[in-house]
Structure formats: C-alpha cells, structure tokens
C-alpha cells in the first residue's frame, strides 16, 4: 500500500469513528454517567470490535452476505431491536445519586460484541475493506483493521471526554433526565440510514 492511499485510509478511518453514531453517543452517555476513567473498558471493547470485524470482513465475511441476501435482513432486524432497547435503557437511566452498585457502564466485551449489530461499525468496514483492500490480500486486510485500530481510541476519547464536560451540568436530576432522553433519541435517529428511508 502506498503512502499516499495509507494516508487517505487513515483519514478514512478517522473521520467514520470520530463522526457521531450509536458508539459516541453511547460512550457520551457513558462519560456523562460514569466518568472517563469507568467508560475505558467500552472504548477498548469497540477499539478491539471493530478491528476484528474489519479482518473478518476482510477475510470473505461480505461474500457471505452476497451469497445469502436473507442475512442483510437478519442483521438489520437484531440491530434495530437492540438499538432501542439500548435506547429505553439509557432513556430511563436513574441519576447519578440514586444508582447502586449494581449500575455500571458497558463492559469491553459487551462493546465488543455490540459492534456486530451497530449498522455504522458495518457500513465503515465494509466501505474501507471495499476502498482499500480490493482484492482482500492478507496484507491490504491487515492494515485496513490496523488503521482503525490506531484512530478507534483517540476518536472515541473525545466523545466519552465530552460527557464529562457536561457531568457537573448533569448534577441537576432534570438536567441529566433530559440529556438521557436527547441521547436516546439521537440513538434511534441514528437508525436512520439502516432502515433504508431516502434511498
């Protein structure tokens, strides 16, 4: 791979993990009710996520979906249900003061394994495998999942950093239903493209 396509697959990369999606909003609503430091395992479950999926993707998992077009149907189902579920749990989140020991944000395995039904993960790794890794050669593959192993983290920080920003803001009961409620909505929202409307 030469410099130059290097360069524009790490942009790539960077500008689909930094841009807004069921990830960020969900790792700014985790950085808003956890903290940054309890948020880490989530980020390094998405970190270790997607770049698993980009090798398999990589390795002939979209052929499977090219030779059974039924799966396409399955997994936009599992994602839809998931994200609004995902959605309610956030919506109804308890405030700050009144969780107990039991409430804890999500685990690396968890975000890990969420990236199998969040359509944005799918779409950003099928896009640079198709872009940057034409032939699927083991090599291009590698460096395709190592490119959003490099920009995963420093993305994602951003995102649970910002919720910490506003976390004194939250301190207010009304405040943070609300915020709980915006970051839902935008979770559904972000269904949007996976639904198919507008094209």
């Given at each position: 791979m030469s410099p130059a396509v290097l360069t524009a697959l790490v942009g790539f990369a960077?500008?689909?993990?930094?841009?807004?999606?069921?990830?960020?909003?969900?790792?700014?609503?985790?950085?808003?009710?956890?903290?940054?430091?309890?948020?880490?395992?989530?980020?390094?479950?998405?970190?270790?996520g997607i770049w698993v999926m980009a090798l398999l993707v990589?390795?002939?998992?979209?052929?499977?979906?090219?030779a059974f077009p039924a799966l396409n149907l399955v997994l936009k189902v599992l994602s839809v249900v998931y994200l609004l579920w995902l959605a309610a749990k956030i919506a109804t989140a308890a405030p700050i003061e009144a969780r107990d020991a039991r409430s804890r944000p999500m685990t690396t395995l968890q975000a890990a394994a969420f990236?199998?039904?969040?359509?944005?993960?799918?779409?950003?790794?099928?896009?640079?495998?198709t872009l940057y890794a034409p032939h699927h050669s083991l090599g291009s593959v590698a460096i395709v999942a190592g490119a959003f192993a490099v920009v995963c983290f420093p993305s994602n920080s951003v995102w649970a950093w910002l919720g910490t920003v506003v976390r004194r803001w939250l301190s207010n009961a009304t405040r943070?239903?609300?915020?709980?409620?915006?970051?839902?909505?935008?979770?559904?929202?972000?269904?949007?493209p996976v639904l198919g409307f507008g094209g």
């Open positions: 960077f500008v689909a993990t930094i841009t807004p999606g069921p990830n960020n909003l969900m790792l700014m609503s985790s950085g808003a009710n956890f903290g940054y430091r309890r948020t880490l395992p989530h980020m390094l479950g998405i970190l270790g990589g390795a002939g998992l979209m052929a499977l979906f090219d990236q199998w039904v969040n359509p944005k993960a799918w779409a950003m790794c099928m896009s640079a495998v943070l239903r609300l915020f709980n409620f915006t970051m839902a909505g935008l979770l559904v929202a972000s269904l949007y």
